[in-house]
């Protein structure tokens, strides 16, 4: 099992940037393709972007193609997404997920994430 804290999140004026982090608990995070997803108020939960264990393959979804981007440090246990040019509309509670699968590619689908931490708010003002 592996357990996940996310950070990083806070109030940031549109066209800003921010900086989230999940840092995972265990030795076997490099066994992991990992997930960044958002729920909006009101809204269900959506996927932001997916990396492999390696790191080599991500995915993002076309509302923050160009402007997030999804990285790893294996070494440190930790998964970012580097949110830049932020829109209001980014505005949700940013979870990070493991998946323990081993896909060939990392999933986008919420379903195969089997461990989720608690979430971190990420506002942005316009």
């Known amino acids: 099992q592996v357990q996940l804290v996310e950070s990083g999140g806070g109030l940031v004026q549109a066209g800003g940037s921010l900086r989230l982090s999940c840092a995972a608990s265990g030795r076997t995070f490099s066994t992991y393709d990992m997930g960044w997803f958002r729920q909006a108020p009101g809204k269900e939960r959506e996927f932001v972007a997916a990396i492999n264990r390696s790191g080599s393959t991500t995915y993002y979804a076309d509302s923050v193609k160009g402007r997030f981007t999804i990285s790893r440090d294996n070494a440190k246990n930790t998964v970012y997404l580097q949110m830049n040019s932020l829109k209001p509309e980014d505005t949700a509670v940013y979870f990070c997920?493991?998946?323990?699968?081993?896909?060939?590619?990392?999933?986008?689908?919420?379903?195969?994430?089997?461990?989720w931490g608690q979430g971190t708010q990420v506002t942005v003002s316009s």
């Open positions: 997920a493991a998946d323990s699968r081993r896909s060939i590619v990392p999933a986008r689908g919420q379903n195969g994430y089997a461990y």
